[in-house]
């Protein structure tokens, strides 16, 4: 399974983003050799998605210490702390960075050029092996589609979200590459629409069968027999299984229990994180206001409103049906059996 968009990549010394938000009106290419700047791209979501996040940040540190010059494991540890709080929710950034960290511990290189030595190793096997998770998780949540489904997902968990095909998208892509029709719904997901920016070009430059809603239609749909499944991404999976993914994701998986449309999470090991118990632990990101207010630039709402703007919600295990991970189908709380996941 091939798809051709490339979120992250390393340039030698460097770290290139595709800068999502001139998506999709242009196709621009950052190149980053400060670590600073590269915490700002994840803050301004040039570069999103839990997955993608996690490998930014893991390049992000071998950038600071080329960059700084200093490889005291104590300097390490300001960069690395720095780049751990540039967003709260997607736990695949602390993941990776601690990964890092674990590894410079292990191997105590001794000089400049063997930190850089490990710390790009480490960051190109996170990615590499995210590429690979993907494949599998396509490979899984595929089985659970057949030929001529219709599927709606929400917020962007494609190829531009991780290294490789993504993961909600990557069962798409998986499917089509497997000679099935599959018809995309595609939430437009306020507020910053990345299933409208992101999504729909996406899957329209893969050839895929995409229309795009607002969030508010998705009910509607359902109602008229028109989603046969939902398939959703993940930022943090408690160790109870529930689920933090992009605002609006909670309201969705409530209409898919209340039609009987089976509901998936697509994510990889990355995205599990056994230290929260539940979702009521996951830290959920607070944005500016004007993410409401303003539509690019233009307001559009009265001066002086209070706004209300979180990232991310919580759906509880009990309204997943199941997750696709790159080990396998893991039946949700709403999983009717515990084999197959999609009754
Ligand atoms: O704010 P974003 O765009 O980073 O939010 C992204 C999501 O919510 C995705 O669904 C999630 O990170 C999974 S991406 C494979």
């Known amino acids: 399974v091939y798809v051709r968009v490339k979120s992250v990549q390393r340039i030698g010394d460097k770290l290139r983003l595709l800068d999502q938000t001139r998506l999709p009106h242009e196709l621009v290419y950052n190149d980053y050799d400060r670590y600073p700047d ?87 096997a996170i990615h590499r092996e995210d590429r690979d998770m993907c494949l599998r998780i396509g490979q899984y949540g595929a089985a659970l589609i057949g030929d001529g489904d219709t599927v709606l997902t929400h ?55 995409v229309t795009l809603i607002c969030d508010s239609v998705a009910g509607a749909l359902m109602a008229e027999d028109k989603i046969g499944h939902v398939i959703v991404g993940a930022d943090r999976i408690a160790a109870n299984g529930d689920t933090a993914n992009k605002i609006g994701t909670y ?8 039609h009987e449309i089976p509901f998936y999470v697509a994510a990889p090991a990355s995205t599990f994180d056994q230290a929260m118990e539940s979702g009521a632990d996951i830290p959920i990101e607070l944005r500016s206001p004007d993410e409401v207010t303003e539509v690019f630039g233009s307001r ?33 709380g709403r999983a009717a059996g515990a084999v197959r996941c999609n009754e």
Do not use: H
Not at 189 to 198: E, I, K, M, N, Y
Not at 251 to 258: E, G, R, V, Y
């Open 38 to 124: 590269i915490i700002a791209a994840i803050k301004r979501l040039e570069v999103r998605g839990a997955p993608a996040i996690g490998i930014a940040a893991a390049y992000a540190l071998a950038v600071g210490v080329k960059q700084t010059g200093k490889y005291q494991s104590d300097d390490i540890r300001v960069v690395a702390n720095e780049i751990r709080q540039a967003r709260p929710t997607a736990v695949n950034l602390t993941w990776a960075v601690d990964r890092l960290m674990a590894r410079l511990e292990a191997t105590s290189p001794e000089n400049l050029a063997a930190t850089l030595d490990v710390l790009w190793a480490e960051a190109e």
């Open 155 to 209: 917020c962007n968990a494609g190829a531009l979200a991780t290294g490789g095909i993504g993961t909600a998208l990557g069962v798409v892509y998986t499917c089509r590459d497997q000679g099935k029709r599959i018809r995309v719904y595609a939430d437009e997901t306020r507020p910053l629409l990345q299933g409208a920016r992101l999504t729909a070009w996406e899957l329209q430059q893969e050839g895929i069968d």
């Open 251 to 258: 309201s969705l998986a409530l209409l898919a229990m209340a």
């Open 300 to 332: 559009v709402a009265p001066e002086g409103i209070d706004v209300y703007c979180p990232a991310f919600d919580i759906t509880p295990n009990e309204l997943i049906t199941c997750f696709i991970t790159d080990t396998g189908l893991r039946p949700g």
